[in-house]
């Protein structure tokens, strides 16, 4: 086990002992919610027996991979661009993968620097501009399009459906069907209906897996493994933390631990805001991956009991150094309403140097010689967590040794579970997404779907009463 | 004027008349803001006749976009690649213009369709990995190097300076010049004083204009001219919102307006979130501008006055219908912690028919007959407002006529002007940013900068105290 690139937590400047007490935690009010803990874990696990988180078994599931990768042998010659379309769940572990795994400019690269794998484009808005561009720079002929949606019904990815589909069979007549792949549920919903009827290729979601859960299925790991991805390694990562977890002692539970710092952070000390702050750009999307999970998961109304509780903290990403020019200013001298998580990694691929010790260089750059790029984000990271320590700022670091689709596997599934174990801590459903169906309501109902006749009329008086006042323009 | 397309602010859904006086403002507390609105307006103006808010005055100077337009027309054919590098204010303001008004995949396009400007790449970070994938992908001696910062000491900035230096001189000897254009102060800092001794293309940045208030310079000037963009009109889009904002009256000035309505939604109401959601991906990057803008302007830990008073609310992007699927049950269910404005277009350039009224669909999708992504966004973004309003969460509308130089001109003015406002009602100076020095002294004391070596001397000793405990690592 020594030797495997790992996963670390350090949360050594969330404590009283390096911050003081009115904004770090005591040992005492962790010692405080041991039994909570240790309660928590063997409610997942037994949840887990019982088949409700099939999430947390989805490591385990080495037939999708072999599923996959025979599929991707078999068509990845065949197109020079792959367009996903997704949205929310159907997207973000996409991009999560993507900008972590591959090279930055991926779709820049000739097709013998891809290996012969497509270009990329993960669609998840409905931007007219945005797809109107899109379809400006591929060529349909050339073009795989993955359809993605849970449920098969999904407004957005349904729209951008018909719309392919139409240009697919005006442009290339019967041979279409090749040029599409949906990702759904298995027996429900529009798009599954569809893809029998017309016998696309397909893969299925498990059931019991919500979108936001969902980066370990086909709907994350088709995309990577047609750009290269280690799909394979992905899956043994989370199933590597899903074993460093087991422990309900929640000094040797990372994920435990994590939920814990964030829930008393909260709940204790007032900070709404859960900045995630990646010294890593390829991380970027993986931290917008996990803002997804964390609001939609804790951002709730209801507590399990039905009081009405308001509660979650507002994930935000920042991304090192790059941040520190734009939004440092705030973190450390604004209000304490923050938990900083900085995401670490140890060892980058390359090595860039900025200058040699032997060369000459301009004055008052003399302390650059012999540093490296490495150097620099390394001790740009130190100096800035060492600032907001110093300001009594809670921020806790995770270290990944290096960044590969075996660590990205264990940053998902680290994640989900410490989710999970904050949804316990927050007393809420961490598996619905109730608020968003009105919004859903309203538009179908504007558009016009026949069952919402009746909001549509309540809307429209809605709409029309707002005051013609309340309303400033520029000069005209 | 009536025929000029322009921006509106609507805040009928801040008020207490739409969403109630718990979380929404009443009249009454806005007149009572009147007198100080207005005084600070006087203030403001006084400062800019005095001189001390030179970038107020960016929008008069038609000088530098002829000065920019010669040198544009000059070398744009030579390069095939523009590469900017610099970081926060000499980023931002470049991406924002370059997402707002370019082709999404302007770099993805030919030569002939970008009408021969190059392809753009805007650096702002330094992961070493992040940037060796840039030396991938251009070659030297197609490019033209950007290097921007405002002191001409920016370490980031100065340190991919070396490092390209090195690559220019070794690939392309003497000619290595021509591939050189810096954008710094006109007499301080290191970059400036090599750009005389080499003799570099060179803007300066005027004296007195923050990084963060810059985009209407050079800074943001020269990469959208090298990449068509209209600057003349970038320049009187932000001139028509300085007319347009004019009056001390705050109910005939939308960026005093914006500037009471957010405060007042913080200071009273306890609102420490400012969510800007845009209805189109194209402003993404004006989001992550504002953000910056607002962030390093109001985090203040001590007022004018020197109490120590930690304000500022935390800025944070989202992106409609995006964020709909990731963080919308958060903004509808969570604590009332939140102000959202959407940001809206209203005439996208491209229209997207989703399908044809008289076209078969499939059972299901009958709604979406005759209909197009722009009535789907359009509806989504009424549906999202009318949901949240419903919900009693504060919000307000931003709404451009259409995406052009000329509206994106006002928006930057627009958040300059109301930001600078805030900062009266904040009372903070908006226009410092004390706080990321002790970041930055850590940062060269730990690379052996010599006039900090006490000082890591001391933190050599704080990184050693640190327990070897809170750490918890993934199976090692």
Same mark, same amino acid.
């Given at each position: 086990? /020594?030797?495997?690139?790992?996963?670390?937590?350090?949360?050594?400047?969330?404590?009283?002992?390096?911050?003081?007490?009115?904004?770090?935690?005591?040992?005492?009010?962790?010692?405080?919610?041991?039994?909570?803990?240790?309660?928590?874990?063997?409610?997942?696990?037994?949840?887990?027996?019982?088949?409700?988180?099939?999430?947390?078994?989805?490591?385990?599931?080495?037939?999708?991979?072999? @599923?996959?990768?025979?599929?991707?042998?078999?068509?990845?010659?065949?197109?020079?661009?792959?367009?996903?379309?997704?949205?929310?769940?159907?997207?973000?572990?996409?991009?999560?993968?993507?900008?972590?795994?591959?090279? !930055?400019?991926?779709?820049?690269?000739?097709?013998?620097?891809?290996?012969?794998?497509?270009?990329?484009?993960?669609?998840?808005?409905?931007?007219?501009?945005?797809?109107?561009?899109?379809?400006?720079?591929?060529?349909?002929?050339?073009?795989?399009?993955?359809?993605?949606?849970?449920?098969?019904?999904?407004?957005?990815?349904?729209?951008?459906?018909?719309?392919?589909?139409?240009?697919?069979?005006? =442009?290339?007549?019967?041979?279409?069907? *090749?040029?599409?792949?949906?990702?759904?549920?298995?027996?429900?919903?529009?798009?599954?209906?569809?893809?029998?009827?017309?016998?696309?290729?397909?893969?299925?979601?498990?059931?019991?897996?919500?979108?936001?859960?969902?980066?370990?299925?086909?709907?994350?790991?088709? !995309?990577?493994?047609?750009?290269?991805? *280690?799909?394979?390694?992905?899956? *043994?990562?989370?199933?590597?933390?899903?074993?460093?977890?087991?422990?309900?002692?929640?000094?040797?539970?990372?994920?435990?631990?994590?939920?814990?710092?964030?829930?008393?952070?909260?709940? /204790? =000390?007032?900070?709404?805001?859960?900045?995630?702050?990646?010294?890593?750009?390829?991380?970027?999307?993986?931290? *917008?991956?996990?803002?997804?999970?964390?609001?939609?998961?804790?951002?709730?109304?209801?507590?399990?009991?039905?009081?009405?509780?308001?509660?979650?903290?507002?994930?935000?990403?920042?991304?090192?150094?790059?941040?520190?020019?734009?939004?440092?200013?705030?973190?450390?001298?604004?209000?304490?309403?923050?938990?900083?998580?900085?995401?670490?990694?140890?060892?980058?691929?390359?090595?860039?140097?900025?200058?040699? =010790?032997?060369?000459?260089?301009?004055?008052?750059?003399?302390?650059?010689?012999?540093? !490296?790029?490495?150097?620099?984000?390394?001790?740009?990271?130190?100096?800035?967590?060492?600032?907001?320590?110093?300001?009594?700022?809670?921020?806790?670091?995770?270290?990944?040794?290096?960044?590969?689709?075996?660590?990205?596997?264990?940053?998902?599934?680290?994640?989900?579970?410490?989710?999970?174990?904050?949804?316990?801590?927050?007393?809420?459903?961490?598996?619905?997404?109730? /608020?968003?169906?009105?919004? =859903?309501?309203?538009?179908?109902?504007?558009?016009?779907?026949?069952?919402?006749?009746?909001?549509?009329?309540?809307?429209?008086?809605?709409? @029309?009463?707002?005051?013609?006042?309340?309303?400033?323009?520029?000069?005209?």
């Amino acid at each position: 086990m /020594g030797d495997k690139k790992t996963v670390h937590l350090d949360f050594h400047n969330m404590m009283a002992d390096s911050i003081g007490p009115e904004h770090g935690i005591t040992e005492e009010e962790l010692k405080g919610l041991e039994p909570l803990a240790s309660q928590y874990v063997k409610e997942l696990k037994d949840e887990r027996i019982q088949g409700k988180l099939p999430f947390l078994d989805l490591p385990y599931n080495q037939d999708i991979v072999v @599923q996959i990768l025979e599929t991707v042998d078999f068509i990845k010659e065949k197109f020079k661009n792959l367009v996903v379309l997704g949205i929310g769940g159907s997207a973000l572990g996409n991009i999560a993968i993507h900008t972590a795994l591959n090279h !930055s400019f991926h779709n820049l690269l000739t097709d013998r620097e891809r290996n012969g794998f497509p270009r990329i484009f993960i669609h998840d808005n409905i931007d007219p501009d945005g797809f109107s561009h899109l379809l400006d720079i591929i060529k349909p002929h050339e073009t795989l399009f993955n359809f993605t949606t849970k449920s098969g019904t999904t407004v957005e990815t349904m729209s951008q459906f018909l719309i392919l589909i139409r240009l697919l069979r005006n =442009k290339l007549g019967n041979g279409y069907k *090749d040029h599409i792949i949906t990702i759904t549920d298995s027996e429900r919903g529009t798009l599954r209906a569809i893809t029998e009827r017309e016998g696309f290729q397909s893969f299925s979601i498990p059931a019991g897996v919500g979108g936001r859960y969902s980066v370990l299925t086909p709907v994350g790991l088709f !995309s990577a493994a047609m750009s290269g991805v *280690d799909i394979g390694a992905l899956l *043994d990562g989370a199933a590597w933390v899903d074993k460093a977890c087991q422990s309900d002692n929640i000094w040797e539970n990372p994920a435990l631990m994590g939920a814990a710092l964030y829930f008393l952070s909260h709940a /204790g =000390k007032n900070k709404n805001l859960l900045i995630m702050m990646s010294y890593s750009s390829a991380l970027r999307g993986a931290a *917008d991956w996990f803002c997804q999970l964390w609001a939609e998961s804790l951002g709730k109304k209801f507590s399990v009991s039905k009081e009405i509780i308001h509660t979650g903290s507002t994930p935000v990403k920042a991304i090192g150094v790059t941040d520190q020019h734009s939004q440092l200013q705030l973190y450390m001298e604004g209000p304490y309403d923050k938990v900083i998580t900085f995401w670490k990694i140890e060892r980058f691929i390359n090595t860039v140097p900025i200058i040699n =010790k032997e060369d000459a260089v301009e004055s008052g750059l003399e302390y650059l010689q012999g540093h !490296s790029l490495n150097d620099l984000i390394e001790t740009e990271f130190e100096g800035t967590r060492l600032a907001l320590t110093e300001q009594k700022r809670p921020n806790c670091t995770i270290t990944l040794d290096e960044l590969s689709a075996f660590t990205l596997g264990q940053l998902f599934y680290l994640f989900e579970l410490q989710t999970a174990y904050a949804g316990k801590f927050y007393k809420v459903n961490t598996f619905d997404q109730p /608020g968003v169906e009105a919004g =859903k309501i309203n538009t179908l109902a504007l558009l016009g779907k026949k069952e919402f006749e009746q909001r549509k009329t309540e809307i429209t008086v809605q709409l @029309q009463k707002k005051k013609e006042g309340y309303r400033i323009s520029c000069g005209n």
